[in-house]
Every structure is written in structure tokens, then in C-alpha cells.
């Protein structure tokens, strides 16, 4: 095989007529085999490259601390196409032995020294996807592809750059298309990996999206059943408090019996301030003392029969005596005497009862025993 610069060599020795004839041949045969159109004699570079993807499908190692670093040239002016041609010539010789980084060199100079085809550009992107350098590479993909987006080998090189980059998805869309476009079978088995890699990542991703929907179920549930709870507690406590408050409406002499307690209904005019039943027994059950002597059975039998007992003196006495009843009435009377206060004036505030103002056989306050 001759080399590049023989090649090279004749080509320039060519008259410029000659020159433009070879030229023109070049042509032909790229629109023949569907070469890009900026490409210029590329169909050598090809035929190399394309023999190079099948010998070598090396997988590139990519650590994200290495791949850094300054990113190769891009063009930005000349149109020396001779020098592009020779450098791109040598890069491909550097490459077929191995040598990617002295190849990536003579592709530098052959992007910087005229306008790059897709497929040169294509061609440094693998050189530099083999030295790890995968962001590198995906740009020169990228800009392949501005310039034609049907190539095949871009859309390959950056797939396979994505591969290592681990971005999947990308890389599982890549080799797809360019397998459409010209299937390989080195790109066959980095699909096959992507797209397993991406059956995985899927998987994962409904696990944790049911995961969450079980949490949030459970908070959910959670937060019903502490409101349930609370609901509960709260009827709860408003019937205890409802039950704890004595029911009077049994209760002989409470609501309007004749020859019952002064004021609280027989008595005539009833309770002055007191606002009849009602306020009486409002004022009684604010009290928590009187509100808890009415629920023992011994002060309730004692209320049983209010006009007898106070007819009876001696029988009073007797129970401002008893531990358990005594107290309660002393605390009664203490009570209701203030509200009565406007009635006659009974020794011991229970005066002007119902015409026993002078009966001076009930017993005054002071003179009864301190049993608490």
C-alpha cells in the first residue's frame, strides 16, 4: 500500500486543469455511494474507517474527574483541502495502529485547516470517545450531526459515548437510529446493554413512584383515623359531662310543689333575683361542692321531702349533724341565704319561708357544727 503522502505528492505535481478533471472524478464517485456533500475526497477515509470500526470495537472507560480538559479545535477559518486531506489520511493510519492520541492531533489539525465534513468530524469523535474523553466526543457528534443528520457513525460514536457516560436513554435513542440507518453489529450488542440498563432504571422508578403512593395512602389513613379518634374522644367527654350533671326533674318539691322550699316554686312571688327554677339551679350547679353532694344517696333522700323537713326541726338538726348530709346543707344554705336576703328576715338568712318567719326552732348557721 502506497502511502498517504505519495498520493499526496502526485496529486500536487498534477497541472491545474488535470487537477480540476481528478477533482471532478472525486465528485462523482462520493454522490455515487451517498457521501456528504462537503465531504471532499473522502471515500479513501472511508473505506479505512469502515474497515477500522469492524477490526476494533474497544469499549471506552470514562471516570467524570478524568473526563475534563480543554475541549479540541473547531474550525474557524482556511480552506487548505489538501492539508485537510493529508492530515486526515495520517490520523486514519494513526488510528488503524492504535495510536489514538497522535491521531487525534493530525484530526485537529485537519478540522482547523479546512471546513469539516460530518464524517471527519464523526471520525475525531471516536478517537476521542477511545481515549475517554466522551463529552468531547459528543460534541464532535453533535456538530456531525447539524451538518447531516443522517449519519449513521455520529449517531453511533455518540451513543456509544452516552453508553459510557451512563446516560441510557440517550444512548438507547442514538443506536437505534443508527442501526436504522446501517446496522452494525458491535452497536447491536451496546443496545442490547442500554437497553436493559433502561428496563432496570424503568422498573426502579415504578417501584419507588408505588412506594410512594403506599406512604401516602397510609399518612392518609393515618390522619382519617386520628380524626376519628378525636371525634370520639370529644362525643365521649360531652356525654360524660352530660351525664354527670344530676337529672332533677324527679325530684319532689324542685319545681313548683306546694309546701316545698321556700322560693323554689309553692313559695309565693318565688325567689326575688333568682329567676325562678331555673336560676336556682343554675346557681346550685356551678357550685362543683353542691353539684357532687347531689349525687349522694343520703342528701337525696333528705331533698325527698323538703316541706316535711323543714316542719321539722329536731329532724334538721340531725342531719346538719350527719358527716355526710350536714355539710351539704350547711353549704346549701350558705348559698341560697344571700339570694334570699330580700325575704323577711329569717334568723340565719332563711327568713320570710312561707310564714315561718317566727319559728325560732330551726337552727341558725352559727350555731351549727363545722364538720369539714
Do not use: H, W
Not at 489514538?100 to 479546512?114: F, H, P, R
Not at 469539516?116 to 478517537?127: M, T
Not at 346543707?329 to 327568713?351: D, E
Request: with cysteine; aromatic share 4%.
Amino acid at each position: 500500500m502506497d502511502t498517504p503522502q505519495e498520493i499526496v505528492d502526485i496529486i500536487n505535481k498534477l497541472e491545474d486543469g488535470d487537477k480540476a478533471t481528478l477533482n471532478s472524478y472525486i465528485d462523482e464517485l462520493k454522490s455515487k455511494i451517498n457521501f456528504d456533500e462537503e465531504v471532499k475526497e473522502e471515500p479513501m477515509e472511508e473505506e479505512v474507517e469502515g474497515e477500522n470500526d469492524k477490526e476494533e470495537e474497544e469499549e471506552a472507560v470514562v471516570d467524570d474527574e478524568e473526563d475534563v480538559g480543554p475541549l479540541p479545535p473547531m474550525y474557524e477559518s482556511g480552506d487548505d483541502m489538501d492539508k485537510a486531506t493529508t492530515y486526515k489520511m495520517e490520523a486514519s493510519d494513526l488510528k488503524s495502529a492504535g495510536d489514538y492520541q497522535s491521531a487525534l492531533e493530525k484530526y485537529n489539525l485537519a478540522v482547523t485547516t479546512a471546513p469539516p465534513s460530518a464524517l471527519l468530524l464523526a471520525n475525531r469523535g471516536d478517537v476521542l470517545y477511545r481515549l475517554g474523553q466522551c463529552k468531547a466526543a459528543v460534541r464532535d457528534c453533535d456538530v456531525a450531526l447539524e451538518k447531516n443528520p443522517d449519519s449513521a457513525k455520529a449517531l453511533r460514536i455518540r451513543g456509544k459515548a452516552y453508553k459510557s457516560l451512563g446516560e441510557y436513554e440517550k444512548s438507547r435513542k442514538d443506536l437505534s437510529a443508527s442501526q436504522a440507518i446501517d446496522y452494525d453489529d458491535g452497536a447491536a450488542e451496546d443496545l442490547k446493554f442500554v437497553s436493559e440498563k433502561m428496563k432496570e432504571i424503568e422498573s426502579e422508578k415504578v417501584k419507588k413512584k408505588l412506594e410512594e403512593e403506599e406512604k401516602l395512602r397510609k399518612r392518609a389513613e393515618e390522619i382519617k383515623k386520628a380524626q376519628e379518634e378525636a371525634r370520639r374522644e370529644a362525643e365521649e367527654e360531652a356525654a360524660s359531662r352530660e351525664n354527670a350533671m344530676p337529672d332533677m326533674s324527679g325530684m319532689p318539691g324542685m319545681g313548683g310543689m306546694p309546701g316545698g322550699m321556700p322560693g323554689m316554686g309553692g313559695m309565693p312571688g318565688g325567689m326575688p333575683g333568682m329567676g325562678g327554677m331555673g336560676g336556682l339551679m343554675s346557681a346550685l350547679l356551678s357550685d362543683p361542692e353542691l353539684a357532687a353532694g347531689m349525687q349522694n344517696p343520703k342528701v337525696m333522700a333528705a331533698l325527698s321531702n323538703p316541706g316535711e323537713l323543714m316542719g321539722n326541726p329536731a329532724k334538721l338538726q340531725e342531719l346538719m349533724t350527719d358527716p355526710e348530709v350536714g355539710p351539704f346543707f350547711q353549704k346549701l344554705m350558705a348559698k341560697i341565704g344571700p339570694m334570699m336576703g330580700g325575704m323577711g328576715g329569717m334568723p340565719g338568712g332563711m327568713g320570710g319561708m312561707g310564714g315561718a318567719a317566727d319559728d325560732d326552732d330551726i337552727p341558725d348557721l352559727d350555731d351549727l357544727p363545722d364538720l369539714e
